[in-house]
């Protein structure tokens, strides 16, 4: 895996070229099946092989599942269920119990590989954990098999282990400080030391993380290519399997020099391994009591970790860094992020994981991270680490419900319009096992986050003046503890004097904290805190000088200008929606209209930008072809100016003269008068309508997702599971032409669900995954399901679902937290659809979908897009994304709405992050 710069590193376009290319290889189908043609004089269809290699290991287990049929009528359709359940309890699979993971639709390869990873249930943890795998394959004749049922054992660790001591790179170059440089076009030497395991061992070598096997000797060489001068770092992965199955894997990090630039050597480069709670003797201790009995401990190890270079300028090597964490020294890197936490989010495992629980009462690990410049100085730094199970006497702990105004909400979204403005929220607190009377309970409330208590109003009542510290739950009522706590207003702070508190500063972390005496003024039986998160979201309806089209079905991308100057040393100043096509009327639209709002800098320290004049809507030139249900997407040549060079794609989508459409178009984004027109691009592969997409940075990936497509255009319409992804950088004059992976663009990873007319959202951390939310099945329903990518892996795992079933919603990434609005709910057919009111929110990490504010009216088959807000770009922070435009799409009464609405979440000026 080659790591290269981010160009921007919030909001939807923070992807790096490796992600995708990671993403791609690592396919999950591979060809390599006999008489690919459809061939339908084959006989009867039959399976002749599903098995899975390695079937026991050490968690993470990656097992390969090979299927090999023969006969029937292609295409064919595969389905895994790697996680099978016999609810019956008849020890036999039924059809019915099967819930499938992965979908390889379409197919003609009569051999097919598959790859999933397994992890060890924590439940499970020092033990083994069992899952069993079943294959359906389907032909065209709808003739359906199933395979025998394919056991899998994941055990806490392989019966085997690599010796770190003897597994390591060199070469025949030695920096000052010792450590081995490696250059492009020499050999790189690797070196690997097995204890135990079943005889003979097989080794797997992958030098370029591309999932094609380098090498099998135990002992090779490899020499890597950097075609320019700088580093490249490279990650080969080594994996061993024993003569069981079991396998292991292990990691190395190898940045290697392109040619030589000249110029001076690198400064010297010296860092510090910073933890939380610090070592003591060397040794940094972990207690915690799972039974959350001890308020003091928390209920599994808790460890924060940071990465500090050296202050002096003579020893901070060249920066940006790169951070390789392998938490508990198992040959596998955990993380690349500068400040990690335990737990921490393993995106195969799409939870949040933890190393170092731990069956005994207690167990040694060694931490160990590598951080390397950007002139390939490297520096590996190891941390002993003690865990210790500390349970604590046997104490019933205080159990907490919370309940808020807002009805279905799991977390409290207020909308406000401005510093002025107000919000109340009530906190209800139900504790259902208080039991004995004799005991006294009493809480209090921390709300802007410090750690401390604030003084609130427990009653309620105006006479009472507020109470700071602990307050004592009502004799009559021990059960429920109830406030009101109001927000705002909040001074604007324009001075640059650090007096104001708008945007809202940290109200996302109330925190209420109970505690159980034995009596009144006894000692402290038990004490819990429960964590309150809160948001607010400022909406505007925007006022536009000009006229919009009313529309639906249509998209937009978003245009912006970030400048330096002023006294912030950068700004914002201009921001553009385009809106293209869609339909009114159920008529497809040619139309294509831009919205434009100019700034001027502030020439005060943080004052934000001011608007200049109106918010204009001009028309731009129409394209060529109408279309509705198309995708689109914009590809800026400079992250902070998308109209320099940049241009806007549409693709796809759907008319009444010609269907299903395989046409494109594209428009250079700086054409504001609209004189330049569209340019006709080349066809795509597949015609195909509602798809879902987006696209990505540095270079220009775009992920369009199942949709409804054609394999001819006589054929039927059929819902896709495919991703395609287009590289607009692989080919400048035909920015279009799917990345060429396997020929056709699509590299294999389907989604687990067929879906139309969902979207896509994109996350950064606390790592990267693609998520695809919602849509319309084969059958026609809306559904809430959520799946997810790991561009990593290749893999759609599922992801928790939607509180809510909807399609044509639209969803932008904020803060790495995933906002979907709109939408309609299609029980099976389009007479029946029901327009979806609710708004939602996703936080990738509790796993948890909430209700945010929803737009003023519903609408179904509208378009958003993301932009910088005023005050949200400045040199230090760079862009950040905080602003998301709602425009257009059906309206409840069947007509199309051309309203603008504007949400804005909160920015803190004072600390980077949006609440």
């Keep these: 895996m080659r790591f290269e710069d981010t160009i921007v590193k919030h909001g939807k376009w923070a992807l790096a070229a490796l992600a995708a290319l990671a993403l791609l290889g690592t396919s999950c189908s591979s060809g390599g099946g006999n008489d690919n043609n459809g061939d339908n004089n084959n006989g009867p269809l039959e399976l002749n092989l599903a098995a899975a290699v390695p079937t026991t290991g050490g968690t993470p287990l990656r097992v ?64 083994s954990t069992g899952y069993t795998a079943v294959l359906r394959v389907t032909d065209s004749e709808n003739t359906v098999l199933y395979s025998s049922p394919i056991n899998i054992l994941v055990n806490s660790s392989a019966g085997f282990s690599i010796d770190p001591a003897g597994t390591f790179w060199f070469t025949d170059e030695l920096a000052s400080d010792g450590t081995y440089v490696a250059r492009t076009g020499l050999p790189v030497y690797f070196r690997a030391a097995v204890l135990g395991g079943a005889q003979p061992l097989a080794y797997q070598w992958d030098f370029n993380d591309d ?245 609130i109003d427990f009653d309620n009542d105006s006479g009472t003046a507020p109470e700071a510290g602990f307050k004592q739950l009502p004799t009559n009522s021990k059960t429920v503890a109830r406030t009101r706590v109001t927000f705002g ?47 607010f979201v400022e909406v505007n309806n925007v006022s536009i ?25 950068q700004g914002l100043a201009q921001r553009d929606a385009v809106i293209i096509g869609g339909a009114n009327n159920n008529n497809a639209l040619t139309s294509v209209q831009r919205i434009t709002q100019q700034y001027t800098l502030p020439t005060i320290a943080f004052e934000r930008e001011s608007l200049t004049g109106q918010t204009t809507a001009t028309n731009s030139v129409s394209m060529t072809v109408a279309r509705r249900g198309q995708a689109s997407f914009v590809v800026p040549t400079d992250q902070n100016d998308f109209y320099n060079g940049g241009a806007y794609f549409s693709m796809g989508g759907r008319n009444s003269e010609t269907g299903l459409l395989t046409s494109t178009e594209l428009q250079p984004a700086n054409d504001n008068g609209g004189t330049i027109g569209w340019q006709v691009g080349p066809e795509i592969t597949v015609p195909q309508s509602y798809a879902l997409v ?12 199942g949709g409804l497509h054609k394999a001819t255009p006589a054929s039927t319409s059929v819902v896709s599971a495919a991703t395609i992804v287009y590289n607009a950088q692989n080919d400048p004059t035909n920015p279009l032409e799917p990345g060429a992976f396997d020929g056709t663009g699509n590299f294999g990873a389907n989604m687990i669900t ?47 679902s939607m509180q809510n079933a909807r399609s044509g919603c639209t969803a932008q990434s904020i803060d790495n937290k995933i906002y979907v609005w709109g939408g309609a709910y299609y029980p099976d057919n389009e007479a029946d659809k029901t327009l979806v009111l609710t708004a939602e929110v996703f936080n990738p990490t509790t796993g948890v979908w909430s209700y945010t504010v929803a737009p003023a009216a519903a609408v179904n088959n509208g378009a958003s897009v993301s932009f910088p807000g005023p005050g949200s770009v400045s040199a230090t922070n760079g862009v950040n994304l905080n602003t998301v435009w709602l425009f257009g799409g059906e309206t409840l009464n069947n007509g199309d709405s051309a309203a603008l609405q504007e949400f804005v979440f909160f920015y803190d000026y004072d600390q980077t992050g949006f609440f």
């Design 545 to 569: 000088d000009g006229s919009l089209t009313a529309r639906s079905e249509h998209t937009m991308v978003p245009l912006f200008r970030v400048v330096n100057g002023g006294q912030n040393g």
């Design 489 to 535: 207003p909040y001074d604007d702070d324009l001075d640059g004097l650090g007096n104001g508190d708008w945007p809202i500063p940290n109200y996302y972390a109330v925190s209420a904290t109970f505690r159980r005496l034995a009596s009144a003024g006894g000692g402290q039986e038990d004490q819990v805190a429960v964590q309150v998160p809160v948001s």
């Design 754 to 800: 067929p879906r139309y007319d969902g979207t896509l959202a994109v996350v950064t951390s606390p790592s990267l995954l693609i998520y695809a939310i919602g849509g319309r099945e084969a059958g026609g329903q809306s559904v809430a399901t959520v799946e997810v990518l790991d561009p990593n892996t290749g893999v759609w795992s599922p992801a928790p």
């Design 211 to 455: 999932g094609t096997i380098d090498s099998t000797v135990q002992s090779p060489q490899f020499t890597f290519t950097v075609p320019e001068p700088g580093v490249d770092i490279f990650t080969p992965h080594l994996t061993v399997v024993d003569d069981n199955g079991e396998q292991l894997g292990y990691d190395f990090a190898v940045p290697v020099n392109g040619p030589s630039a000249g110029g001076d050597p690198p400064p010297a480069f010296t860092v510090l391994l910073g933890t939380n709670p610090p070592a003591q003797s060397g040794v940094v201790q972990l207690r915690y009591d799972p039974t959350g009995s001890d308020p003091n401990l928390p209920r599994e190890p808790e460890l924060d970790l940071s990465i500090v270079v050296s202050p002096n300028p003579d020893q901070r090597g060249v920066p940006p860094y790169e951070y390789y964490w392998d938490f508990e020294s198992d040959g596998s890197f955990d993380s690349s992020a500068p400040s990690p936490n335990i737990p921490y989010f393993k995106p195969g495992a799409v939870v949040s994981t933890n190393p170092f629980l731990i069956t005994e009462d207690t167990k040694n690990f060694v931490l160990t991270v590598t951080v390397i410049d950007s002139a390939g100085q490297i520096q590996k730094l190891t941390q002993n680490i003690q865990v210790v199970k500390s349970i604590s006497r046997p104490v019933d702990p205080i159990i907490v419900d919370i309940d808020y105004n807002i009805v279905g909400s799991t977390v409290p979204f207020g909308e406000v319009g401005g510093s002025g403005d107000t919000q109340e929220v009530d906190f209800v607190f139900t504790l259902p096992n208080l039991a004995n009377a004799s005991q006294v309970y009493e809480w209090q409330m921390d709300i802007d986050g410090d750690g401390n208590a604030d003084p």
């Design 694 to 705: 987006d696209a990505f940075s540095s270079p220009f990936v775009n992920l369009i997702c």
């Design 64 to 127: 390969t599942f090979t299927a090999d049929i023969s006969g029937g009528v292609g295409p064919y359709f595969y389905a895994w269920d790697f996680d099978a359940r016999d609810t019956n309890s008849n020890a036999t699979f039924e059809p019915s119990e099967l819930v499938f993971d992965r979908y390889l639709n379409n197919q003609f390869d009569k051999t097919i590989s598959v790859a999933n990873d397994y992890f060890l249930n924590a439940s499970d943890a020092g033990g």
